[in-house]
């Protein structure tokens, strides 16, 4: 979903806003903050893409065809995702 430069970018552009609105306080330096958002980031990009494979694995196990991106598909795909995350923990 998101390349490891884009995840880069938005640890950047999260510190500096949380910084700007006064939202943290630093102990140590910004480079170790970066680090610690970018693997969260990646960490929840993971985690998506993950539950995104479960999600359409089960959508394709049904014995009548459901067309991806039907207003079916979408709706059942949203309902899954959103179990899926319960499961674990994500809501």
Same mark, same amino acid.
């Given at each position: 979903? +998101? *390349?490891?430069?884009?995840?880069?970018?938005? *640890?950047?552009? +999260? +510190?500096? %806003?949380?910084?700007?609105?006064?939202?943290? $306080?630093?102990? %140590?330096?910004?480079?170790?903050?970066?680090?610690?958002?970018?693997?969260? +980031?990646?960490?929840?990009?993971? $985690?998506?893409? /993950?539950?995104?494979?479960?999600?359409?694995?089960?959508?394709? *196990? =049904?014995?009548?065809?459901?067309?991806? %991106? *039907?207003?079916?598909?979408?709706?059942? =795909?949203?309902?899954? =995702? /959103?179990?899926?995350?319960?499961?674990?923990?994500?809501?």
């Amino acid at each position: 979903m +998101l *390349s490891d430069e884009k995840i880069t970018h938005l *640890s950047h552009v +999260l +510190l500096k %806003g949380l910084l700007e609105k006064k939202l943290v $306080a630093l102990k %140590g330096d910004e480079a170790a903050a970066r680090k610690i958002i970018k693997r969260v +980031l990646a960490a929840e990009v993971k $985690a998506g893409e /993950q539950i995104d494979a479960v999600v359409k694995k089960k959508l394709e *196990s =049904y014995s009548r065809k459901i067309v991806e %991106g *039907s207003p079916e598909w979408e709706i059942l =795909y949203r309902k899954f =995702y /959103q179990e899926e995350e319960n499961k674990r923990g994500r809501s």
